[in-house]
């Protein structure tokens, strides 16, 4: 079955732990993306990624770190969470075409 | 991209159409209308897409009108696992930027 998977889906951590999201993909995609949605906001996005070693930053990627050494994985890192980063954050791939996106279940994280 | 006007809420009867209106006045010639929905804290899941031409598929159908200001998604026999955030975002195809722009988009409440 064609799916994004993200682990963990749920984590609760302190101010300043570092700790890394998963993603995967098992569709072959080239590009790869990473949200965050809070009430009243909407989903904004993080950082993206066109391919392998290519990653650029979205809209709000102050805190966030990511790395593409594989096509398939694009994982987010906190290398130091604050509350502010407390959020549900969606991973995302899409075909060459762009033309739709699949997302993740979601994870919920909770910084204290 | 353009930006959209959605309702802020709606509501279906299980079993009758539900039909969305998106309101894009100041789309340009090569963009396009995209609906995703998202059912409460799961991760987007693209429904449809278009251009100018009406298109169908297992899930639902896409209105443009002529003038292309304006779409409505149409899904033909709403159950109660429609009832979620249903988004119309208006981009350029194929870009090699590819953030989605999710605005606050339309809650469906299907009701038995």
């Known amino acids: 079955e064609a799916q994004v998977t993200q682990n963990p889906r749920y984590l609760i951590t302190v101010t300043g732990k570092k700790l890394t999201v998963t993603c995967s993909q098992n569709m072959n995609h080239e590009y790869m993306s990473w949200y965050r949605q809070d009430p009243g906001l909407g989903l904004r996005q993080i950082y993206y990624?066109?391919?392998?070693?290519?990653?650029d930053k979205g809209d709000v990627p102050e805190g966030y770190k990511v790395s593409r050494k594989e096509k398939r994985n694009f994982p987010l890192i906190l290398e130091s969470p604050s509350p502010n980063q407390t959020s549900l954050y969606f991973c995302?791939?899409?075909?060459?075409?762009?033309?739709?996106?699949?997302f993740g279940p979601g994870t919920r994280l909770t910084v204290l | 991209d353009a930006k959209t006007t959605q309702p802020p809420s709606m509501d279906c009867a299980e079993g009758r159409a539900a039909n969305l209106p998106c309101n894009h006045s100041?789309?340009?010639?090569?963009?396009?209308v995209y609906w995703y929905r998202q059912i409460h804290s799961q991760g987007p899941q693209y429904i449809i897409h278009?251009?100018?031409n009406n298109e169908t598929n297992e899930m639902a159908s896409l209105i443009i009108t002529e003038d292309r200001k304006s779409s409505t998604l149409i899904l033909p026999h709403a159950t109660l696992r429609d009832t979620a955030v249903y988004y119309c975002i208006v981009r350029v195809s194929h870009t090699g930027y590819s953030t989605l722009t999710f605005g606050k988009g339309t809650m469906l409440l299907v009701s038995p």
């Open positions: 990624s066109m391919n392998v070693e290519v990653t």
């Open positions: 278009g251009l100018k």
């Open positions: 995302a791939s899409a075909g060459p075409m762009l033309d739709t996106q699949y």
């Open positions: 100041t789309i340009s010639g090569n963009e396009y």
